[in-house]
């Protein structure tokens, strides 16, 4: 059973930062391609970063050069580092995880969600 974990969400100003954490267990992490989506309230939830087997990265164009993902496979553990932060970059932010290199395409597995909220 794979289990993902997502924490470091909050409340924030316009400008500021956070970093989100997503801990991984039973599976082999390394072999999966790793992902956070959004989901903000009336509208579908969307692929903000994600990020290969090998570590390399996609990005949505509305965060391009504020987020940043990465991933630390000894520490079963994929980040986004969140930067600039808007309004328009408050949600639902979930953890993706799919057994391919670009398993984030296509998830698998999903965290329960933390919430982001990012005030003007």
């Known amino acids: 059973q794979v289990q993902l974990v997502e924490s470091g969400g909050g409340l924030v100003q316009t400008g500021g930062s956070l970093r989100l954490s997503c801990a991984a267990s039973g599976t082999i992490f390394s072999s999966h391609g790793m992902g956070w989506y959004r989901q903000a309230p009336g509208k579908q939830r969307e692929l903000v970063a994600g990020?290969?087997?090998?570590?390399?990265?996609n990005y949505a164009d509305s965060v391009k050069a504020r987020f940043t993902i990465s991933r630390d496979d000894a520490k079963n553990t994929v980040y986004l580092q969140m930067n600039s932060l808007k309004p328009d970059d408050t949600a639902v932010y979930y953890c993706?995880?799919?057994?391919?290199?670009?398993?984030?395409?296509?998830?698998?597995?999903w965290g329960q969600g933390t919430q982001v909220t990012v005030s003007s």
């Open positions: 990020i290969t087997t090998w570590g390399s990265t």
């Open positions: 993706a995880a799919g057994r391919s290199p670009f398993g984030y395409l296509r998830p698998e597995y």
